[in-house]
């Protein structure tokens, strides 16, 4: 029990697995073996800075080694802990069930506040940290590949798979020790807002099927919706900045640090971003009205809230006065236990975790197998493809032409279909369609089954079943 006097992020998490596993065949013994934590390091280090020797804590955790490399962001935060760790690790057992990514689930955190330290402090700290995990190969490429999270992005994975390169000079494939690294350390183009991208993709399967938007008591497409997001961080920014200026959502109410923004016509989230980038909060943004209590703004009107900072946001204490129909967590673990009892029983739709934030490591699954081939997606066949649509274009164009049939071809269809497929199509190609697939698995269990009511349970049931699968096969 935390102060709120609900369970701890990971007793949620494992109440949430137990919910489905009541519903499963598992033997008790395989039921256990799946729902515990493997394994949580600790580590204390010191460095050295601003003239004396500074002790940070760093946790990585293994959840579960069905499949290896284990896979999980490093997340820096001031609140880090080993039971927030365990359970980030748990939902990343299972997100990778879920959208078919080989891995186990890990995660690592570090006790920090990135923002009281300068980018050379931030160096030599991330690369002491990174130097501990890689002696015990909980960084490495066929083990243990880490990613971003909270408080950490590009610039760490750069600085991580350097040392671990360092301290592995004969590994061909050592830039596969972690992912979501900038293109010129080995990264992937659309790893950076592949998160954002999966959110949206995960929206737009729920709205092509009817019978599930009608669920969440909302009818007709993405178009004139309108959403609250939470966290204008790297995955709620790019979720609210494709799903405003791509799908015609209205992003009616903005959360952030230091309150939240409200403009019933819809905030212009790029100009937005700029704005906190520029003046540190969303307070001032011109044309919008400010509220200082920005977690009041959870409960505001609209059809989509998307929470997108952290975890237990939305606990027993608000779940309550919630008026969203749907709810799409893209943060990890942000409806607590107890709130997920109180909205289920409302009638709240809610997109669970482990699907609608694993375009990430989607994304990173496919930068992990670009490291390990060596050549960029796209290298080869690129310009063959164009090569075969020239030879149709020329065609269409001489049966379209005066001696032809007399056809008219589309304006821009020439250039839209001449283009060959670059690496960032293919990434998000890969992406939409394990969204589209991982939705249907999940939906399939939901609508088919009498005794499964929500989509967590459903999203649970699949992904405990493939993990528990691979056990079977494995003899375990
Ligand atoms: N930290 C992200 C997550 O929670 C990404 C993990 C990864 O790419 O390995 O899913």
Redesign the pocket.
């Known amino acids: 029990m935390n102060v709120t006097g609900e369970p701890s992020f990971r007793e949620s998490v494992d109440l949430m697995f137990n919910r489905a596993s009541a519903l499963m065949n598992l033997s008790p013994g395989l039921e256990q073996k799946i729902r515990v934590c493997n394994s949580t390091y600790t580590v204390r280090f010191g460095v050295r800075l601003r003239g004396k020797i500074e002790t940070f804590t760093g946790y990585r955790s293994v959840h579960s080694e069905h499949m290896e490399p284990v896979?999980?962001?490093i997340r820096y935060a001031i609140n880090v802990s080993q039971d927030e760790v365990e359970a980030?690790a748990a939902l990343?057992t299972y997100?990778c069930a879920l959208v078919e990514t080989p891995f186990g689930g890990s995660k690592g955190g570090l006790c920090i506040d990135p923002r009281a330290w300068d980018e050379h402090e931030l160096e030599l700290i991330t690369r002491r940290f990174a130097y501990e995990l890689i002696k015990r190969d909980l960084i490495h490429p066929a083990q243990n590949?880490p990613?971003?999270?909270m408080g950490t992005g590009e610039r760490e994975m750069a600085w991580i798979v350097d040392q671990y390169a360092r301290m592995n000079t004969t590994d061909i494939n050592a830039k596969a020790c972690v992912?979501?690294k900038p293109l010129n350390s080995g990264g992937i183009r659309g790893r950076v807002e592949a998160?954002g991208r999966g959110v949206q993709y995960a929206l737009q399967e729920f709205f092509r099927h009817k019978e599930d938007v009608a669920l969440a008591r909302l009818s007709g497409t993405l178009d004139g919706k309108t959403a609250v997001v939470q966290g204008l961080g790297n995955v709620g920014y790019h979720a609210a900045k494709f799903l405003s200026e791509e799908d015609g959502v209205k992003i009616v109410a903005a959360i952030e640090r230091d309150g939240a923004v409200v403009d019933a016509s819809g905030l212009n989230i790029e100009e937005l971003k700029q704005w906190i980038a520029a003046n540190g909060g969303v307070k001032g943004f011109p044309g919008a009205q400010y509220v200082e209590d920005g977690a009041s703004l959870l409960e505001h009107d609209c059809d989509i809230l998307i929470p997108a900072a952290m975890e237990g946001v939305i606990h027993k204490g608000n779940a309550d006065r919630i008026r969203a129909p749907l709810i799409i967590e893209a943060a990890?673990g942000p409806i607590t236990f107890g709130a997920d009892e109180i909205l289920r029983a409302k009638g709240i739709v809610i997109i669970p975790d482990m699907y609608a934030?694993?375009g990430?490591?989607t994304v990173?699954y496919f930068e992990w197998v670009k490291n390990l081939s060596h050549i960029r997606f796209g290298r080869m066949q690129r310009r063959a493809e164009e090569a075969r649509s020239r030879l149709l274009v020329a065609e269409l164009e001489r049966l379209s032409g005066d001696e032809g049939l007399g056809w008219e071809l589309k304006p821009n269809f020439k250039d839209k279909f001449l283009t060959g497929s670059d690496e960032l199509a293919l990434v998000r190609s890969g992406l939409d369609d394990t969204m589209r697939t991982a939705y249907q698995s999940m939906r399939e269990v939901w609508h088919g089954r009498n005794d499964v009511t929500d989509l967590r349970v459903a999203a649970y049931i699949v992904a405990i079943s493939r993990v528990a699968e691979t056990y079977r096969s494995k003899g375990l």
């Open positions: 896979k999980g962001g980030l990343m997100k590949v990613a971003p999270d992912t979501g998160t990890n934030n694993a990430g490591v990173s």
